[in-house]
Nanobody, 121 residues
Framework: QVQLVESGGGLVQAGGSLRLSCTASGRAVRSVGWFRQAPGKEREFVAHIHWSGSPAYHANCGKGRFAISKDNAENSVSLQMNSLKPAYTALYSC????????????????WGKGTLVTDSS
């Protein structure tokens, strides 16, 4: 059984950057997605990376702000976040994609516990 562990969250000022990591143990992962859940809001899609390396982003998470990448040797997926805004404060979680709409969290499983990103401004 695959277990996912997120790391890299923390306090960040507006305009700052963070790099989140999602490390898998148990077996190699292929396609992975990142989601976030802000306080009082529903979980929303952030980014997805296909086993081939092709990325997909939420419309509000693109434009150069977010970049998702895979490290097959480390069996991990990273999410580089730049030009952060206070609105990005949320619990960021990764999960394994099983097919269908990449932005639908019901198409994912094996959720990690998440890593918290908090605006410090």
């Amino acid at each position: 059984q695959v277990q996912l562990v997120e790391s890299g969250g923390g306090l960040v000022q507006a305009g700052g950057s963070l790099r989140l990591s999602c490390t898998a143990s148990g077996r190699a992962v292929r396609s992975v997605g990142w989601f976030r859940q802000a306080p009082g809001k529903e979980r929303e899609f952030v980014a997805h990376i296909h086993w081939s390396g092709s990325p997909a982003y939420h419309a509000n998470c693109g434009k150069g702000r977010f970049a998702i990448s895979k490290d097959n040797a480390e069996n991990s997926v990273s999410l580089q976040m730049n030009s952060l805004k206070p609105a990005y404060t949320a619990l960021y979680s990764c999960a394994i994609y099983s097919g269908g709409d990449v932005s639908d969290d019901t198409n994912y499983s094996g959720w990690g516990k998440g890593t918290l990103v908090t605006d410090s401004s």
